[in-house]
């Protein structure tokens, strides 16, 4: 900026003033929505705003009906977001004039009977208690009930608010596919039987709230003064409005009450008949009958364990409730929200899993359907979304389909579907043949000390190899097991022809296989079973597909299997080291800043182990104990079944 200054000589001198101000408006840009919501969190009082917003890590789970289309998600805080991208309502309670709010009470989660997709978040402080609950009752429709409780030994008098704010569940650092945060409310209307989100009905409160309000703005305000807005209706062009539904009860000690709310999952929802209980019947009819639902869907299979192992059964049984959850008509997504697209890999071993535990119709649509998107060259893409295939070559997508298709045969022994299918597994196998020919090379016997002949070519498919291409025995393990079940897809089929020779295809590979692993291993000077060719890494999990895949220790040369679990399981017997905990905990710090990346570094424990080749004294004798039984029982069933 150029100023001239007058003075009392006839010249006039000009002074070119570099000035910081005028730097920074020239640089400056309109603030966005999730970075005012975020300044607002850092000057609010605690508990004002969902932890996330401070750049705590917050988790969440998801609330719909087997196969629904429509997915809320409930946060562990008890804060509730019914429909993707939009606002969410956040439970408070108030006390003698006191907030009591999700980080000021001890918080629980537990689910329905301990495996049902019913959650539930509780809330444990010395004023008041506070029992969220919803379950989705079907594609259209959730319910949410709010049980408060006394737990005092005097009478005392709460009020619970449930507060609408234009902010999703969805954290600011999942943006995956996502515009998550903010989440605009532009109009929001209501009285004591119904409240409208942008024109749209949004909830209905089944027991009329004592007080309601609504107002410009993202609900701090009230929060902060314990002012409940007054108007019946609030308009705001940039999308921060907001409202509060107040319930003001007298509680005896220790008696509780429950409010209920139905809360809509999308647009064209009818409203709810008449409720002179607060709607306390028609919830609990419509819970027995999601209980009974989710009983069906996840009784179809007996799993017998011993009794101390009934968390495992729980944990299968909630894991298969998550999958029919986030199921889309034939689509397998890998979540809700960020994860809406279906990749291969998940889908293949979501669909093997759907298989085993009585749902192969699901398994079978899936198959049917993502086989349609396979590519003229034979590949199967590696994901699809509501954009289509997606054509970044990943070359454990085709191996892949060919297990899972094996997987529902072997249970199913359809072999119907299997002809119906018959082309693209023709073509499925022509094109693993075709790319394991490219390896196949005289040079690749003397490149990276051959430890790349015979192998798949590089790819990015393993998310620790996006910077660079590499030979990721992820590829391969898929691929073997792939080849091992076209075979069985062809003796099905009646095929002899091709039977023998992908059995040759498929020998000739695993030779290939356990060749490049011992190449490896020398090329590196490492005594566990690597990652990747070119990396020597160490990443046991990367391995351990290739036993969920049906793989067995003798796929493998046997001194480094056991050195790679066996060092696996010391670094998991450390975690509670303060060392790695710290190094954890600032992992967690990094990860979970808005729009920044950063990797989990171990501290010095990653480094230290890699180092030191010899099992610690007492670990190793354990540690194949431990081995030898993780890997036997899974292949004892699979040859059971």
Avoid at 64 to 92: Q, T, W
């Amino acid at each position: 900026m150029r100023f001239e200054s007058g003075g009392p000589t006839p010249n006039r001198s000009k002074y070119l003033l570099a000035i910081p101000l005028a730097c920074a408006a020239a640089f400056a840009r309109a603030e966005t929505p999730n970075e005012r919501i975020a300044g607002a969190a850092r000057s609010a009082s605690p508990g004002t705003y969902a932890r996330s917003w401070s750049g705590e890590a917050l988790y969440w789970t998801v609330v719909a009906a087997p196969g629904g289309k429509r997915k809320a998600i409930l946060s562990e805080d008890g804060a509730l977001e019914p429909i993707k991208g939009g606002y969410s309502i956040e439970p408070f309670v108030w006390v003698d004039g006191r907030r009591v709010a999700a980080r000021d009470a001890r918080r629980s989660q537990t689910l329905d009977a301990g495996d049902l997709p019913i959650p539930s978040v509780t809330w444990d402080h010395p004023a008041a208690r506070l029992r969220v609950r919803t379950f989705a009752a079907s594609d259209d429709v959730a319910f949410a009930s709010y049980r408060v409780e006394n737990p005092r030994e005097q009478e005392q008098t709460l009020e619970l608010w449930l507060v609408l704010r234009p902010m999703q569940v969805l954290p600011t650092w999942q943006f995956l596919n996502r515009s998550p945060g903010f989440a605009p409310i532009r109009e929001i209307r209501g009285d004591t039987a119904r409240v409208r989100v942008n024109g749209a009905d949004a909830l209905w409160p089944l027991a009329p709230p004592d007080r309601f309000g609504f107002a410009p703005g993202d609900m701090h305000q009230p929060l902060e003064s314990h002012a409940l807005p007054s108007a019946r209706e609030a308009h705001a062009d940039d999308g921060f409005c907001g409202g509060v539904l107040a319930w003001r009860m007298t509680l005896a000690p220790h008696a509780a009450r429950e409010l209920h709310m139905r809360v809509a999952l999308g647009p064209g929802v009818a409203a709810p008949p008449a409720s002179e209980d607060g709607g306390a019947g028609l919830v609990a009819k419509a819970l027995a009958e999601v209980v009974a639902t989710w009983r069906e869907q996840l009784g179809r299979v007996e799993i017998a364990l011993p009794s101390k192992a009934a968390d495992v059964e729980r944990t299968l049984r909630t894991a298969l409730a998550h999958v029919l959850a986030n199921r889309d008509g034939p689509r397998l997504p890998s979540g809700p929200r960020n994860y809406e697209r279906s990749w291969i890999r998940d889908g293949a071993l979501i669909a093997s899993a759907l298989a085993e535990f009585g749902h192969a119709d699901a398994a079978r649509d899936f198959l049917a359907w993502y086989a349609g998107f396979q590519l003229a060259n034979g590949a199967l893409p590696c994901c699809v979304d509501a954009r289509g295939a997606d054509p970044t070559p990943e070359h454990d997508s085709t191996g892949a389909f060919l297990f899972a298709l094996g997987t529902y045969a072997r249970q199913t022994r359809d072999a119907a579907f299997v002809r119906s299918l018959w082309p693209r597994v023709r073509r499925a196998v022509a094109r693993l043949e075709q790319l394991r020919s490219e390896s196949r090379d005289p040079r690749w016997r003397t490149e990276l000390d051959g430890a790349a002949f015979g192998l798949l070519p590089e790819s990015i498919s393993h998310e620790g190899y996006a910077k660079k291409a590499v030979h990721s025995y992820w590829d391969d393990l898929f691929a073997r097991q792939g080849l091992r079940e076209a075979v069985f897809l062809a003796e099905l089929d009646g095929d002899a022809e091709r039977a023998r020779a992908w059995s040759e295809s498929r020998d000739a590979f695993e030779r290939d296989l356990l060749a490049s692993y011992t190449a490896a291993i020398k090329l590196h000077g490492i005594p566990f079973l690597p990652g990747s060719v070119e990396f020597g890494d160490f990443d046991p999990t990367a391995t351990a597909v290739g036993f969920e895949l049906g793989g067995e220790p003798r796929d493998f040369p046997d001194p480094a299997l056991h050195a790679t679990f066996a060092r696996y399981l010391r670094e998991v017997a450390r975690r509670d080291e303060p060392r790695v905990l710290r190094a954890i905990r600032d992992a967690d710090r990094q990860r979970t800043r808005p729009h920044r990346r950063a990797r989990c570094r171990m501290g010095r424990a990653r480094v230290e182990s890699r180092r030191t080749a010899t099992p610690q004294p007492g670990m190793e004798p354990v540690a194949r104990d431990r081995l030898d039984r993780c890997i036997a029982r899974p292949m004892a069933r699979r040859s059971a079944a």
